[in-house]
Nanobody, 116 residues
Protein backbone atom coordinates (compact mmCIF):
# COMPACT_ATOMS: atom_id res chain seq x y z
CA UNK A 1 0.00 0.00 0.00
CA UNK A 2 0.98 3.62 -0.38
CA UNK A 3 3.16 4.96 2.42
CA UNK A 4 4.38 8.51 2.81
CA UNK A 5 6.54 9.21 5.84
CA UNK A 6 7.51 12.79 6.64
CA UNK A 7 10.46 13.78 8.81
CA UNK A 8 12.50 16.85 9.64
CA UNK A 9 9.97 18.99 11.45
CA UNK A 10 10.58 20.69 14.78
CA UNK A 11 10.94 24.00 16.57
CA UNK A 12 12.81 26.80 14.82
CA UNK A 13 13.24 30.50 15.51
CA UNK A 14 11.84 33.10 13.11
CA UNK A 15 14.26 33.55 10.24
CA UNK A 16 15.58 30.02 10.60
CA UNK A 17 15.54 27.08 8.22
CA UNK A 18 14.29 23.50 8.16
CA UNK A 19 14.27 20.77 5.55
CA UNK A 20 11.40 18.33 5.45
CA UNK A 21 11.74 14.93 3.82
CA UNK A 22 9.06 12.53 2.65
CA UNK A 23 9.99 8.92 1.98
CA UNK A 24 7.53 7.25 -0.39
CA UNK A 25 6.74 3.60 -1.09
CA UNK A 26 3.99 1.43 -2.54
CA UNK A 27 3.50 3.28 -5.82
CA UNK A 28 5.42 4.36 -8.92
CA UNK A 29 7.11 7.37 -7.36
CA UNK A 30 9.24 8.31 -10.36
CA UNK A 31 6.15 8.89 -12.55
CA UNK A 32 4.08 10.64 -9.89
CA UNK A 33 3.84 14.33 -9.16
CA UNK A 34 4.23 15.17 -5.48
CA UNK A 35 3.06 18.00 -3.28
CA UNK A 36 3.48 19.54 0.15
CA UNK A 37 0.51 20.94 2.06
CA UNK A 38 0.20 22.52 5.48
CA UNK A 39 -2.56 23.03 8.01
CA UNK A 40 -2.28 25.68 10.69
CA UNK A 41 -4.41 25.54 13.86
CA UNK A 42 -7.98 26.56 13.08
CA UNK A 43 -7.33 26.86 9.36
CA UNK A 44 -7.95 24.75 6.29
CA UNK A 45 -5.22 22.67 4.70
CA UNK A 46 -3.46 24.61 1.95
CA UNK A 47 -1.09 23.77 -0.88
CA UNK A 48 2.47 24.92 -0.24
CA UNK A 49 4.43 23.51 -3.18
CA UNK A 50 4.27 20.85 -5.87
CA UNK A 51 6.68 19.19 -8.26
CA UNK A 52 6.21 17.16 -11.42
CA UNK A 53 7.38 13.58 -11.76
CA UNK A 54 10.69 14.50 -13.37
CA UNK A 55 11.22 17.61 -11.28
CA UNK A 56 11.12 19.96 -14.25
CA UNK A 57 7.97 21.77 -13.18
CA UNK A 58 7.31 23.26 -9.76
CA UNK A 59 4.71 25.53 -8.23
CA UNK A 60 4.48 27.49 -4.98
CA UNK A 61 1.96 29.31 -2.89
CA UNK A 62 2.50 33.07 -3.08
CA UNK A 63 3.16 33.15 0.66
CA UNK A 64 6.28 30.97 0.33
CA UNK A 65 7.71 31.95 -3.06
CA UNK A 66 11.38 32.82 -2.85
CA UNK A 67 11.75 31.18 0.57
CA UNK A 68 10.74 27.53 0.08
CA UNK A 69 12.13 25.07 -2.46
CA UNK A 70 10.63 21.70 -3.37
CA UNK A 71 12.86 19.02 -4.87
CA UNK A 72 12.96 15.27 -5.32
CA UNK A 73 15.34 12.35 -5.67
CA UNK A 74 13.70 9.63 -7.73
CA UNK A 75 16.55 7.25 -6.94
CA UNK A 76 15.67 7.50 -3.25
CA UNK A 77 11.88 7.80 -3.66
CA UNK A 78 12.03 10.96 -1.58
CA UNK A 79 10.65 14.48 -1.95
CA UNK A 80 12.02 17.42 0.03
CA UNK A 81 10.86 20.85 1.15
CA UNK A 82 13.63 23.29 2.02
CA UNK A 83 12.17 26.11 4.10
CA UNK A 84 14.20 29.26 4.64
CA UNK A 85 13.41 32.57 6.35
CA UNK A 86 10.64 30.91 8.30
CA UNK A 87 7.94 33.11 9.79
CA UNK A 88 5.68 32.49 12.82
CA UNK A 89 2.72 32.11 10.45
CA UNK A 90 4.52 29.10 9.03
CA UNK A 91 3.64 27.15 12.18
CA UNK A 92 1.57 24.21 10.97
CA UNK A 93 1.48 20.50 10.37
CA UNK A 94 3.13 19.86 7.01
CA UNK A 95 1.86 16.98 4.89
CA UNK A 96 3.38 15.20 1.95
CA UNK A 97 0.93 14.10 -0.74
CA UNK A 98 1.04 11.90 -3.81
CA UNK A 99 -0.14 13.85 -6.83
CA UNK A 100 0.54 17.14 -8.63
CA UNK A 101 -2.97 18.53 -9.13
CA UNK A 102 -5.12 16.42 -6.81
CA UNK A 103 -3.70 14.56 -3.79
CA UNK A 104 -4.29 10.82 -3.96
CA UNK A 105 -2.61 9.84 -0.69
CA UNK A 106 -1.34 11.64 2.40
CA UNK A 107 1.43 11.24 4.90
CA UNK A 108 0.83 11.48 8.63
CA UNK A 109 2.23 15.00 8.85
CA UNK A 110 5.20 16.69 10.49
CA UNK A 111 4.82 19.52 12.98
CA UNK A 112 6.75 22.72 12.28
CA UNK A 113 6.71 25.40 14.96
CA UNK A 114 8.24 28.80 14.30
CA UNK A 115 8.68 30.66 17.56
CA UNK A 116 11.24 32.53 19.58
Amino acid sequence: QVQLVESGGGLVQPGGSLRLSCAASGFAFSVSGMSWYRQAPGKERELVARISSGGGSTGYADSVKGRFTISRDNGKNTVYLQMNSLKPEGTAVYYCAEGYMEPASWGQGSQVTVSS
